[in-house]
């Protein structure tokens, strides 16, 4: 659970933030292949979120407001 509802979401915050995260993204292709479930595809993902597309900014912006 931890992997599709958190790992992936970090790791796209990451993409975003242009912060690396190799081992996160270790786990959830380990975790993946393990279980036979491509969590990236399935996860909660910031498209999910209505994150998708947005800035570093923007994002802030609608974790802070809302808005």
Known sequence: ???PYALVTVSELGDV???ETPVIDA???IASCANGQ???AVGR???NLRLGGLT???ILKRVETGK
């Open 56 to 58: 570093k900014e923007k």
């Open 17 to 19: 933030l242009k912060v």
């Open 38 to 40: 491509d969590y990236r």
């Open 1 to 3: 659970e931890d992997v």
């Open 45 to 47: 993902s910031l498209k």
């Open 27 to 29: 786990l959830i292709t």
